[in-house]
């Protein structure tokens, strides 16, 4: 059975001036080929601060999967992002935070082992 990344972006509860909003591709067949990324279906939890989606890949490695997280919030909120694989056992392979610093932005990363 392929690996399963689990990603989880999150603001704090400075972002309620805004709507907040978050989506996130991946380029699941490592083509680097932005035309090629599959959307990842996010639930946002019920307070509307946090999303998580995961997303089965083709294989069991997750290293060198790019993706892309665009997002709406308050500037000055705190957000942060985790990306979890579940091969061999559940373990991060992208994690990172920072304070938003404009209303909507996206950034990109790449797992790692």
């Not at 991946?26 to 680097?32: E, F, K, M, N």
């Not at 639930?43 to 890949?57: F, K, N, Q, S, Y």
């Not at 790019?66 to 919030?73: D, E, I, L, P």
Request: proline share 4%; charged share 25%; aromatic share 8%.
């Amino acid at each position: 059975m392929a690996a399963k990344l689990t990603f989880t972006f999150a603001l704090d509860r400075n972002s309620s001036v805004v709507a907040p909003a978050c989506r996130i591709w991946v380029d699941v067949r490592r083509t680097s080929n932005i035309n090629d990324d599959t959307n990842v279906d996010l639930v946002a939890a019920p307070d509307g601060i946090v999303w998580r989606g995961e997303i089965a890949l083709a294989d069991d490695r997750a290293e060198g999967i790019f993706f892309q997280v665009a997002y709406r919030g308050t500037p000055g909120a705190q957000c942060s992002l985790r990306v979890v694989a579940d091969k061999p056992t559940d373990h991060v392979v992208w994690q990172d935070h920072g304070v938003v610093t404009q209303l909507e932005d996206d950034f990109w990363g790449r797992c790692g082992a």
